[in-house]
């Protein structure tokens, strides 16, 4: 298998190759974790709202330590603060704006997505205590699902799949892959490859991609800021 | 009419072994800890409970867990910063769970309340969350059907009460607080500040005092991150 631990994006690279699609007033949920990152690379002339499933529209970055309310938090529980246009609602309006597809674009996390976009992200299916939140109903239910992950797994075992092994938490959902290696679209049920790092051959890229990639037009080189490496 | 009292001892004490209980909160946020404090001090057991969450440390729903009264959890996150509770009594199989997409979870709430027995939902659809309810065909996509959910008694947090039971919020703690109120039997909620009739102007109620039957006023209250970085536990 090839070595691609040298030459992959960073976390950071991923998540501003997403933030350069996000068009200006999107309402926008970022998962927990990574996907947070996200909102740091927003384009200067663009203003996306970012919706957080605990009850916040439009919210600012984190306090300094010391000034955290706990009242006002992310769905991740960290703390955040209010800025000019937030709003608070309670959980009924808050996945009334998810279920009734008011939310342009959902990105997440995966252990798995398969060629259909069906989602695998909330069990590894080992036991332990499963937990779920509201992933369920922002794959399922956002216009757009985009999934923010390494290539592989750590093990080096594609995360690109056939079709899903582990517990699913959306079937056909996921519209848009930023990998590590590549960006990937989802399209009647086939992993076509819009984008790849010029660093990768294409042999190399199905190598460790676990499904056929298609390209249906020019692969563009996948090139993001060298700082943020 | 006055719903307010004293102290939330007066009310957990009516809440019975075996009962099913809706509290508050996400995470740390709006979650009623001193009703909830006062529930480990009269000791009722047994208990079903509907949270977003499992507890975080040993104060709040986690020290509830602790002192084994909680039979069940119905709950969308059962996972925490610190979630040891909950975790060694679920893999000791001491307490049930039932996992729900938190807005399902929500949408059950609402339904309860609102007196609607069941509705479809997208969400779930093709999981083994969604394992043998019933599924249907609408516009094409597939959606599975819900029931709503109900409770004996909620505890909730809000800002100001008044003497009818108006309430409002603070900031992101809303989350299920005002859903729960409308689902449960009886519905205790601890607030900041008792205010009189007038006090809130009446655009600013969140959860009109139909849906509340006692206020209890808790001043300063209890915040679930602020114990747990002092390492509390309770009781």
Avoid at chain 1, 146 to 157: I, N, P
Avoid at chain 1, 187 to 192: A, D, L, R, S, Y
Avoid at chain 1, 198 to 218: K, M, Y
Avoid at chain 2, 198 to 213: A, K
């Amino acid at each position: 298998m090839t070595d691609i631990t040298d030459i992959k994006l960073s976390n950071a690279q991923i998540a501003w190759r997403a933030a350069q699609d996000i068009e200006d007033g999107a309402y926008v949920n970022l998962g927990i974790g990574f996907p947070e990152l996200v909102a740091r690379f927003q384009p200067e002339d663009r203003q996306a709202i970012f919706h957080s499933e605990n009850g916040v529209l439009d919210f600012g970055p984190a306090p300094p330590e010391g000034e955290e309310n706990w009242d006002c938090i992310n769905a991740g529980k960290k703390a955040i603060t209010i800025k000019p246009g937030t709003s608070f609602f309670h959980q009924a309006d808050s996945f009334a704006m998810v279920r009734g597809g008011h939310l342009d674009l959902a990105i997440l996390g995966a252990y798995e997505v398969a060629q259909s976009g069906d989602l695998a992200n909330w069990s590894t299916g080992r036991g332990g205590v499963p937990a779920v939140g509201g992933a369920m109903d922002l794959v399922q239910s956002a216009k757009r699902v985009a999934v923010l992950t390494d290539h592989v797994t750590r093990k080096g075992q594609p995360k690109l799949v056939a079709e899903c092994a582990l517990p699913l938490t959306g079937v056909r959902c996921v519209t848009r892959l930023y990998t590590s290696l590549a960006t990937v679209d989802i399209v009647g049920g086939h992993f076509v490859l819009r984008e790849k790092i010029p660093t990768i051959s294409l042999e190399n890229l199905q190598l460790v991609t676990g499904a056929p990639l298609h390209t249906d037009g020019p692969v563009v080189d996948l090139i993001c800021p060298e700082a943020l490496a | 009419m006055d719903k307010t009292i004293h102290a939330p001892a007066v009310a957990v004490s009516q809440i019975p072994d075996g009962a099913t209980l809706m509290i508050g909160g996400f995470g740390g946020a709006g979650a009623p800890i001193e009703l909830i404090h006062a529930l480990i001090d009269h000791g009722a057991k047994d208990l079903t409970v509907i949270n977003n969450n499992a507890g975080n440390g040993h104060v709040g729903l986690a020290a509830l867990i602790e002192q084994k009264q909680v039979r069940k959890l119905i709950c969308s996150f059962p996972r925490s910063a610190d979630p040891v509770v909950f975790t060694e009594a679920y893999q000791a199989g001491e307490i049930e769970l039932e996992l729900v997409p938190q807005g399902t979870l929500a949408e059950r709430i609402r339904a309860g309340g609102a007196g609607v027995p069941a509705f479809y939902t997208p969400t779930a659809y093709g999981t083994k969350l969604a394992e043998g309810k019933p599924q249907e065909e609408f516009e094409g996509r597939m959606y599975i059907r819900e029931r709503w959910l109900k409770a004996d008694f909620a505890l909730i947090k809000g800002e100001l009460g008044d003497p009818h039971g108006n309430l409002t919020y603070r900031m992101a703690s809303r989350n299920f607080n005002p859903l729960m109120a409308m689902a449960a039997t009886t519905t205790f909620a601890q607030v900041s500040r008792v205010v009189p009739l007038g006090g809130i102007d009446p655009e600013h109620v969140v959860t009109p005092g139909i849906f509340v039957s006692n206020v209890i006023e808790v001043a300063d209250p209890a915040q679930e991150e602020e114990l747990n970085r002092a390492k509390v536990v309770y009781p």
